[in-house]
């Protein structure tokens, strides 16, 4: 009985240890000699696969790096302590851009912009927009099932009971995930620093906006003509703010009439080398009705 | 001639992929470029024919005649996975592209079932070495030219005008549905 059992463990013993030590052998003939920084720069990434650097996961990120393809601030997950560290390995100084930062670009909340239609199928924003752009009478606004929601892997978008996503900018690691799945590109990524935002993308005219939304961006240009630093601009009925000139002075903010424009309430640190453009009264062009 | 008709039989007749549907994933995994799917079936070939003659020896050599033919699966497996890892280290050495254009599809050969199969139908065909090699060798020509084929065809769906729920995966199973019914007409040659 007992030799039932031992004869085949030993032999199948055997045969893996001939092929274990072979294998040993072929390892050391064929060895591969990687650039050692690769796996200490993969130790620092945060390991997440995300994906948000646009390299298959972290090693190839790590990879990318190293051979000098990627900048050593390629992650925008680990921002500027995993740079640092990065820049550490690859003995390069780090350019410390401000980090970005997930966005919703939408006020239409289901007070502020409620649905006009009854959709009853799936939760997902991809599946809605399908029937006949989703259940708003908005056609830009969020459809508010929560796609950017499901896909986000930091835990820094959630659903408010009025049916927005918010963003936990602690949380948020720009990695684009959620501007992506949005069918209504209602996402976006912008600098960190940035708080004053025209919250609509509606590009549609003043009167089926006013219809559609309380809060939604007319076109009228009241915000161009407050704004000293030349930083915001109507463009296709839609105010558009220029981050590069916009000095979150918030002088739009209160001007605006449908309250589209809004100022967080957070403080960040102010811009530097900001002068105010003051310009001559332009002449007023009606805003389109 | 009883070896040229394995053979025959082996790359087209029975055709591990188009009509034993062995060894899928790889595939459909590895055949969206005709150059990785070549390293892929090259890869494939050597691993197949070199594991049909080492369990052909440890099968009549070592198995048999201890009365441990049961052991079959597990011994066979042992061989496959260890000929997978010389591969892989091989191709690392000599081309790291394609290492990395192969990806996670090299170290699954372990796991493909074509492999494991050929071997096993060596034993059950009771081939004699030289048979079982030349199987062994048939088994991978024959996934080399099936993967070589799916993947200029998928090189094609990608130009084309797929409507728009067809693309990417589902246009591949279609054709690679249809190509195992093409391959089906080989099977009135032997």
Do not use: W
């Not at chain 1, 050391?28 to 620092?44: G, L, M, S, Y």
């Not at chain 1, 830009?140 to 099932?145: H, N, Q, T």
């Not at chain 2, 280290?89 to 790291?96: C, D, E, G, T, Y």
């Amino acid at each position: 009985m007992a030799t039932q059992i031992i004869i085949p463990v030993v032999v199948l013993g055997i045969i893996a240890l001939i092929i274990g030590v072979a294998l040993a052998v072929a390892a050391k003939r064929f060895e591969v000699k990687e650039d050692e920084r690769i796996p200490q720069v993969r130790a620092v990434l945060p390991g997440a696969n995300c994906g948000g650097c646009g390299y298959p996961g972290c090693d190839g990120c790590a990879a990318a790096i190293v051979k000098g393809e990627a900048p050593v601030n390629a992650c925008p997950v680990g921002g500027a302590a995993v740079a640092e560290k990065v820049g550490a390995i690859m003995g390069e100084a780090v350019d410390n851009s401000m980090p970005n930062v997930a966005q919703v670009l939408c006020g239409g909340n289901c007070e502020k912009a409620p649905r006009q239609t009854e959709y009853y199928g799936l939760k997902d924003c991809n599946e809605a927009v399908v029937a006949n752009g989703g259940p708003k009478g908005c056609r830009f606004g969020c459809i508010g099932l929560g796609s950017c929601v499901s896909v986000c892997e930091f835990d820094a978008l959630h659903m408010t009971d009025k049916m927005l996503p918010e963003v936990n900018i602690n949380h948020c690691v720009a990695c684009g995930k959620c501007v992506d799945i949005c069918p209504k590109n209602v996402m976006t990524l912008i600098p960190k620093d940035q708080i004053v935002h025209v919250d609509c993308q509606s590009k549609e005219k003043g009167k089926l906006v006013r219809q559609n939304c309380e809060v939604g961006c007319i076109g009228c240009g009241i915000c161009e003509k407050t704004c000293m630093f030349d930083a915001i601009h109507v463009q296709g009925n839609l105010a558009v703010i220029d981050y590069s000139k916009c000095s979150n002075c918030g002088a739009c903010v209160k001007k605006c009439p449908t309250h589209a424009l809004i100022k967080e309430g957070r403080k960040v640190a102010p811009r530097k080398g900001l002068k105010p453009v003051k310009k001559a009264a332009p002449k007023t062009k009606p805003a389109e009705a | 001639m009883r070896i040229f008709t394995i053979l025959i039989a082996g790359v087209f007749v029975n055709n591990f992929l188009l009509s034993k549907f062995l060894g899928i994933c790889s595939f459909l995994g590895v055949s969206k470029k005709v150059d990785t799917s070549i390293g892929m079936g090259i890869a494939v070939i050597f691993v197949m024919t070199l594991a049909s003659a080492i369990t052909y020896i440890i099968q009549y050599g070592i198995l048999a005649k201890l009365g441990l033919e049961y052991l079959q699966t597990i011994a066979f497996i042992l061989v496959v996975a260890a000929l997978v890892q010389l591969v892989e280290m091989f191709i690392k050495k000599s081309s790291m592209s394609l290492y990395q254009a192969l990806g996670i599809y090299l170290p699954l050969i372990t796991t493909n079932c074509a492999v494991l199969g050929v071997c096993t139908l060596n034993i059950q065909n009771s081939y004699n070495f030289i048979e079982s090699v030349v199987n062994g060798a048939a088994g991978g020509i024959g996934y080399t030219l099936a993967i070589i084929l799916l993947a200029a065809i998928r090189e094609r769906a990608e130009v084309s005008d797929v409507p728009e729920a067809l693309q990417g995966f589902p246009i591949t199973m279609i054709a690679a549905s249809l190509m195992a019914i093409s391959f089906l007409g080989f099977s009135g040659m032997l």
